[in-house]
């Protein structure tokens, strides 16, 4: 089904912009609409790309390739996602390598159940074209400790699994609006933590990237880091990022959201300056589970 979903997609982009736009438009923060070949100049002069997906459209799944394929054209690439966790960075590395096969990476790591239709062709392109594959987040249940114990929860655990996790203490600002409307979507009912589990997350996702991207840069000065996470962890700047520039200032990030609208032909003010480049697409788009 999804092949045949992004075959449709990809019919939808040759027939040209008028065809495109019954599908999705991309604009710029401030609303503006912008064109694919103007996004990805701006995007390949970017150290991070923090692509944030809805994790069951396929205008994100299929553009997540796009523009890996686009950049990868002009600048070099690391990817890296928060569908695949650290622990399974090493079993990621044997089937890069070609150690071993598809089947055996299915069964040795854990993953997401739309892994087949929507993240192994990002895992395919970096295999076949030799691109490093950060496997970035936290452990699940490190983050579910945090929900249930608070940041205090990590503290005991033995030092090789601390190394699956964002260099404790962590930074966290709860007034953050992201972490903020966690809060608010709790009703103040013991959801103190669920912001934490969160920023958990966060945290971890940014110190695999700074790291991944801190080893190369020191001999190339044209690498390009994409990772791809939901939005609700990169949009508004905030989440990833915020952890990103507390390790980093210095260096150019840019974001993608993805937003689904009624009317793509405008952007909602709700969803202005979610991003550098917002995604909008067609909320009758057919979804991928």
């Not at 609409?33 to 069951?56: A, C, P, Q, R, T």
């Not at 972490?179 to 940014?206: N, R, S, V």
Request: with cysteine; proline share 2%; glycine share 6%.
């Amino acid at each position: 089904m999804i092949k045949n979903i992004l075959l449709g997609l990809a019919v939808v982009i040759s027939l040209g912009i008028k065809a495109q736009e019954k599908a999705f438009v991309i604009y710029n923060a401030k609303g503006k609409k912008v064109s694919y070949k103007k996004m990805i100049k701006v995007l390949s002069k970017s150290d991070v790309v923090l692509f944030g997906e809805l994790h069951n459209n396929p205008i994100s799944h299929w553009l997540e390739l796009e523009v890996a394929k686009s950049i990868d054209k002009k600048r070099n690439l690391i990817l890296g996602a928060e569908m695949i966790e650290r622990d399974n960075q090493e079993v990621l590395n044997d089937y890069l390598s070609g150690k071993i096969d598809a089947k055996k990476f299915d069964s040795l790591a854990h993953l997401w159940n739309n892994y087949d239709t929507d993240y192994k062709p990002l895992v395919d392109y970096a295999k076949e074209n030799k691109i490093d594959f950060v496997a970035a987040n936290v452990v699940r249940k490190y983050a579910s400790m945090v929900y249930k114990g608070d940041f205090k929860a990590l503290d005991s655990l033995p030092e090789a699994e601390k190394k699956l996790i964002a260099k404790l203490p962590i930074a966290y600002d709860k007034n953050l609006p992201g972490y903020q409307k966690m809060l608010e979507m709790m009703g103040g009912h013991g959801g103190e933590t669920f912001p934490k589990a969160q920023a958990i997350k966060d945290a971890t996702m940014a110190e695999s990237i700074f790291k991944a991207y801190e080893k190369p840069i020191k001999n190339q000065s044209d690498v390009t880091f994409i990772h791809y996470n939901g939005a609700y962890h990169s949009d508004n700047y905030e989440g990833i990022l915020w952890y990103l520039k507390k390790w980093n200032e210095t260096l150019n990030y840019k974001t993608i959201t993805t937003v689904s609208q009624e009317n793509i032909k405008k952007l909602l003010e709700e969803n202005k300056g979610k991003a550098d480049f917002i995604i909008c697409v067609d909320e009758d788009m057919t979804t991928t589970y």
